[in-house]
């Protein structure tokens, strides 16, 4: 094969991704894979290797996407922090991002569940592992997905922060922004991830009652201490509307969350209201963000891609 047959070969599979040098009977092929996720750029070296023949030698190259990493964290426990992250991760994608979801909630890793990928295990290259795709076009690895179902976690803060590395550090190809579900509370295992992955910013999640709100402040001051700036305060579970009558109670009260986000200097980015209907769609792994005619996740997501715009800092 001589240089412009090669030439040819090559740009017939890859494009303008691969330049082509021919030496002798050698033929040496850099293959630019900017911006493809793991698979595409298989295959695109399996094709250009295919092209060249015996002869040829392959190098894959890549400009390190600029990946930023949104952290979603609650002071305590149940307030929602999940169903938040995987509608968060969603709504971000509608914004026009290319997203992640990292579910580093060791204690209870449901993300596999919210976003109909339970059971499926990820495979690892060159022991970097592979995230798992979901219907809503947002991969995602959780601590889930590792362990055999049902086993409780109660790893220590090294352990767990070497295990959440492997999710956090695995081949997310394109994806320019990672949600990062964190695990509730304010305790080492949080501190070890916000020092090593330094996200660009936190989104706090409280429900309106006084004392998940004192819980949602701790974790303000946790960022603030390790220089994260916070993206927001976000009201889950404000507002049970009855499936029945439409009717509006406040179970939790209202409006609490707003109100300390005032307090504390911190934008609030909105509320979601109590409803049958997000509990049974997020146990059916049918995240409501995922709806065309979603108004509740979707100004979420939106004012998430804004501060991304607007706001420099964080990349990895
Ligand atoms: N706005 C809402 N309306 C109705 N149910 C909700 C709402 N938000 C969350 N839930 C339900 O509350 C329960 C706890 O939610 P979720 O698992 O997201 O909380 P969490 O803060 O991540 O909890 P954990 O601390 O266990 O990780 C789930 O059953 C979820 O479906």
């Excluded at 090559?10 to 040496?28: C, L, P």
């Amino acid at each position: 094969m001589d240089e412009k047959e090669a030439k040819q070969a090559v740009a017939a599979v890859a494009g303008e991704r691969a330049s082509v040098r021919v030496e002798g009977d050698r033929i040496g092929v850099v293959l630019d894979a900017t911006g493809l996720d793991a698979k595409a750029r298989d295959a695109m070296e399996a094709a250009v290797r295919m092209a060249i023949g015996p002869n040829g030698r392959v190098v894959v190259t890549a400009e390190r996407a600029t990946r930023r990493l949104i952290a979603v964290a609650s002071g305590k426990g149940g307030v929602g922090k999940s169903t938040v992250s995987a509608n968060l991760a969603i709504a971000l994608r509608h914004a026009g991002r290319r997203v992640g979801l990292v579910d580093a909630d060791i204690y209870g890793p449901s993300q596999p569940r919210l976003m109909a990928a339970e059971g499926e295990r990820p495979q690892s290259k060159d022991k970097v592992l592979l995230p798992v795709p979901t219907p809503y076009g947002v991969p995602m690895l959780s601590m889930g997905q590792l362990i055999e179902p049902g086993k409780a976690i109660a790893w220590r803060g090294p352990m767990a922060a070497g295990a959440l590395g492997q999710l956090v550090e695995a081949d997310w190809g394109a994806t320019d922004t990672l949600v990062l579900d964190l695990p509730p509370g304010t305790g080492d295992v949080q501190l070890t991830m916000i020092q090593k992955y330094r996200p660009a910013g936190a989104v706090i999640v409280s429900t309106p009652q006084d004392l998940a709100l004192i819980d949602a402040r701790r974790a303000i001051d946790l960022f603030g201490k390790a220089g994260i700036p916070i993206i927001g305060l976000i009201e889950n579970m404000a507002g049970y509307v009855c499936p029945h009558c439409g009717e509006v109670s406040d179970p939790f009260g209202c409006g609490g969350a707003e109100a300390a986000a005032a307090e504390l200097g911190v934008p609030f980015l909105g509320r979601v209201p109590l409803t049958i209907d997000i509990r049974t769609a997020s146990d059916a792994g049918e995240p409501p963000a995922a709806r065309p005619d979603d108004t509740v996740f979707r100004p979420l997501g939106e004012a998430v891609a804004r501060w991304l715009e607007t706001s420099g800092g964080g990349g990895r």
